[in-house]
């Protein structure tokens, strides 16, 4: 099994699997999703511009 | 008169993690080659076929002559994979790895990859936990005009470094074999091709915070035991697979003897010392590996020599930070 490690906006370390059957493809929007989840601070601000 | 039916010539390399340890995968020969090393030659013959139980059933009563035979069960192969470590050569990500025979043969050998986006983008290998089943491979050769295939492959790990070449990467290992079956080389895609591996150029090694050292040749072994075999009366062929347990990461370095005052290998052994212990072999991003232990004791001290060059050799044994971490060694390729 395959892991990412990140460091939230705390300072802890966090180790998530990928899961066995996810494809290739989508493991980077799978990873970012995971460590948006595990640690809201790191999304970035998005704003949507277009009420404006 | 014909020509020669098989010739033992090319060969070639597929391995896979598998989902299911000890069950087969599907290979693909564009996604999971391997690139073998086999050295200025021809390659080894391949390995035998093997049976715990060969199918000896003794004597005949009437006449001590042999009985005949029934059949062998429990079949399994060992043999022994060989490459030379190098990097994917562009950026890693969570699906961008170091090549095949580097990342999934490491994972045979009992270590977790992890990916990282930090420090720089890295693929890290330590030791599996316990608590966790280690990664086993499906494995297929294609050696002397024959597909050898086996499942539930697990394997120790060492390497070599003489001289100033490149590190030899070998991987001991064993699994489940099935019958041998007629298939020449088909076109395999290896991964990373134009990349060349890293020579020993450069390495740095830090021993007890000591990076002056003249390295001279280093000697890698994991001492990981795959040997139990799991006999399963229930099951058809009789083999379960192998169980991996414990090992015993050991650097064998040989350095020109330094003063004492900088690096004293007598006095670590006898003083027990742990200190961190660490080698990278390649410069460039993407292709360079370090391999290191944050605890190494000497557990061995060999005076030597090499014409009038006083040398020493010594033997760093990497050891977890407390019993349960997983920590006595890490493989970094970034």
């Known amino acids: ?52 | 008169m014909p020509t020669a039916a098989r010739l033992n010539q090319v060969i070639g390399v597929l391995a896979k993690v598998e989902a299911d340890p000890n069950v087969a995968e599907t290979l693909s020969n564009s996604a999971d080659a391997c690139n073998v090393y086999i050295g200025d030659g021809n390659p080894p013959a391949p390995t035998p076929v093997e049976y715990v139980f060969d199918g000896n059933i003794g004597r005949a009563a009437g006449n001590m002559a042999p009985q005949r035979r029934t059949t062998p069960n429990g079949r399994f192969r060992a043999g022994e994979f060989q490459c030379l470590p190098k990097g994917l050569g562009s950026t890693y990500s969570a699906s961008a790895f170091p090549p095949n025979e580097v990342h999934r043969w490491l994972q045979g050998a009992g270590y977790t990859a992890t990916y990282s986006a930090t420090p720089t983008p890295e693929w890290r290998y330590t030791p599996t936990p316990f608590d966790q089943v280690p990664a086993h491979l499906t494995v297929r050769q294609f050696m002397q005009g024959t597909q050898w295939d086996q499942a539930g492959v697990q394997s120790d790990f060492s390497y070599q470094s003489q001289g100033l070449g490149v590190p030899i990467f070998s991987f001991p290992w064993r699994g489940v074999a099935t019958a041998p079956a007629d298939q020449s080389l088909p076109a395999l895609t290896i991964g990373a091709a134009a990349v060349i591996p890293p020579v020993a150029s450069a390495v740095v090694m830090t021993a007890n915070a000591v990076t002056t050292m003249t390295l001279r040749e280093v000697s890698y072994s994991r001492n990981r035991s795959v040997e139990t075999a799991r006999i399963a009366q229930n099951l058809a062929g009789g083999h379960a697979g192998f169980i991996a347990g414990q090992f015993s990461p050991e650097w064998q370095v040989t350095v020109e003897r330094p003063a004492r005052s900088v690096f004293d290998p007598e006095a670590l052994m006898a003083s027990a010392a742990s200190f961190a212990f660490s080698l990278t072999y390649g410069t460039t991003q993407f292709n360079r590996w370090a391999h290191s232990t944050a605890q190494g004791q000497i557990i061995a001290v060999q005076p030597a020599a090499e014409g009038e060059l006083a040398t020493v050799t010594f033997t760093v044994r990497g050891h977890s930070s407390t019993p349960s971490a997983n920590d006595a060694e890490l493989i970094v390729f970034n």
Do not use: Q
């Open chain 1, 1 to 52: 099994m395959e892991f990412f490690t990140f460091t939230t906006a705390k300072g802890e370390v966090v180790t998530l699997p990928f899961p066995i059957d996810l494809p290739l493809t989508e493991r980077d929007d799978y990873m970012a999703a995971a460590i948006a989840a595990a640690d809201p601070t790191a999304i970035p601000a998005t704003t949507d511009d277009t009420e404006d």
